[in-house]
């Protein structure tokens, strides 16, 4: 039997997304924000889905937020992604939400109302992703 090795699957950054992977890169966690009436979205889209504005800019986050909701991965989609892992959606501190992984994985779900920060995960030397870990409240 053959050991076959997989890549993790990267992004394809386009047009829209490249400014995100490349914040990444540097290690800071942006989002975009409507110009005309100062909505935080995520993910990045031609228009602010709040008011229909196409002028947006991407603007650094603080990185902290609060789990929404998480999950423990056990079985992966791929075995290019190796279980166990956890995801997430943060409520961040800007007033949007990320789906993300909290790390390292935990045997149980981070509950539901923790204080997290963003972390990073060295893909390659192309990609850095963002990833959170949770922090004691009394940051």
């Known amino acids: 039997m053959m050991d076959v090795q997989l890549e993790r699957p990267l992004p394809s950054p386009s047009e829209l997304t490249a400014p995100f992977w490349a914040a990444a890169h540097e290690r800071r966690l942006v989002r975009p924000v409507c110009d005309?009436?100062?909505h935080s979205f995520f993910t990045p889209q031609l228009i602010c889905p709040h008011c229909l504005s196409e002028k947006w800019s991407f603007r650094t986050s603080t990185g902290r937020?609060?789990?929404?909701?998480?999950?423990?991965?056990h079985r992966s989609p791929s075995p290019a992604l190796p279980a166990p892992y956890e995801i997430a959606i943060v409520d961040m501190d800007?007033?949007?939400q990320l789906l993300t992984n909290i790390?390292?994985?935990a045997d149980r779900p981070t509950p539901i109302g923790s204080r997290?920060?963003?972390?990073w995960v060295e893909i390659d030397e192309e990609f850095t992703f963002p990833a959170f870990r949770a922090i004691d409240t009394e940051d």
């Open 116 to 119: 997290v920060e963003v972390t």
């Open 65 to 73: 937020g609060t789990v929404y909701s998480s999950t423990i991965v």
């Open 103 to 105: 790390v390292p994985a």
């Open 36 to 38: 005309d009436c100062a």
């Open 94 to 96: 800007e007033g949007w």
